[in-house]
């Protein structure tokens, strides 16, 4: 989650320094510290300090988990203090990778739309939804930015509703439909005397701004467990106990496939995989004076790795690699099941 909080509230350079010094300690995390510190060095101000941190990753020995949202995010960046080629020619570039992840997509489309190139912000998120939802049965949370902004944008265009509006609509939930909340003519009312027109306004906007904030302070993604078959492994021969917890590697993959479906059919948003190692749930096992053989850490080792950021969406995009690591595909992997 990228902070939004207003530069007078917070103290936006202490607070992207300290979680500088944070990647600094841990570089496994460096990727989602850094991000979360470029953003406060946006709200700062300080736009160049924000490319250099994006620099820092892109140049990074270690592979990125998301270079394209690193990309995104610094052309987004660059635009905004005087950089437009470069910020331009970075968005070709991403648009040519298509990426399977959403994020980039918003990124880059909302850029265009903000310096007023509609048409090429309605062609990105256009791109997008086709690439990555159809034949989607549901859409995936992480993909309704692309369909409402979509939406915005057509509605500023003047554009008709085809299916893919109608999708964003049947998906929006605000008491204020999305028509009313994109209608190009609310910007006027904004300059009215009438009191009627004003309180509309105000109540539309009220709306608007719930639903941002309730997307933006949604909790850590309800994650569960994965352990690759050497962790496994070495987990159950380091503590025997948790073989009742682990009767099988198969087992172990295939019961976070059912629970990942249960939950969803049970309407739990906002689902995720987090990958533990041995050393690493040893660590957090020793901050919590607790012992790795306690299986009720288990799931608190799960939370806090997804409150670092390490949480991997589900179900994985249509065509992306399963989560279990098989190479395959996941509709021709666990997907399928």
């Not at 689902?271 to 919590?288: C, K, M, Q």
């Not at 670092?308 to 595909?329: F, M």
Request: net charge negative.
């Amino acid at each position: 989650m990228r902070p939004d909080t207003p530069a007078e509230n917070v103290d936006h350079p202490a607070e992207a320094a300290r979680l500088e010094r944070t990647a600094d300690l841990y570089p496994e995390d460096a990727e989602h510290l850094l991000l979360q510190a470029a953003a406060h060095r946006e709200l700062s101000g300080d736009r160049p300090a924000a490319t250099t941190l994006y620099d820092r990753l892109l140049s990074s020995s270690t592979p990125l988990e998301n270079p394209h949202l690193v990309r995104a995010l610094k052309a987004s960046n660059l635009w905004e203090y005087g950089h437009e080629a470069e910020a331009r020619a970075i968005i070709e570039g991403v648009r040519a990778a298509a990426p399977r992840d959403p994020a980039p997509w918003v990124i880059i489309a909302e850029a265009l739309e903000s310096h007023d190139e509609l048409e090429a912000a309605h062609d990105t998120f256009t791109t997008a939804v086709t690439l990555l939802l159809t034949d989607v049965p549901e859409p995936p949370y992480t993909t309704r930015p692309l369909l409402v902004g979509r939406h915005r944008v057509r509605r500023m265009l003047g554009a008709a509703h085809d299916e893919w509006d109608a999708l964003a609509d049947t998906l929006h939930s605000s008491s204020i439909s999305l028509d009313e909340l994109h209608d190009p003519k609310r910007v006027w009312s904004l300059g009215s005397d009438n009191p009627a027109e004003l309180q509309a306004e105000i109540t539309r906007l009220r709306a608007e701004l719930g639903a941002y904030r309730e997307a933006l302070s949604r909790p850590f993604p309800v994650a569960v467990l994965h352990w690759p078959a050497p962790e496994l492994a070495e987990l159950v021969a380091a503590y025997p106990i948790l073989a009742t917890e682990y009767p099988s590697h198969k087992e172990h993959l295939a019961t976070i496939e059912s629970s990942l479906r249960e939950l969803s059919t049970s309407g739990t948003p906002n689902l995720g995989i987090v990958t533990g190692t041995v050393p690493s749930y040893e660590a957090f096992a020793a901050s919590e004076s607790s012992s790795p053989a306690e299986p009720a850490l288990l799931p608190q080792y799960a939370t806090t790795l997804a409150a670092r950021g390490l949480a991997v969406a589900w179900p994985p995009q249509k065509g992306s690699a399963c989560w279990c690591g098989s190479g395959q595909t996941y509709e021709g992997c666990h997907g399928a099941q």
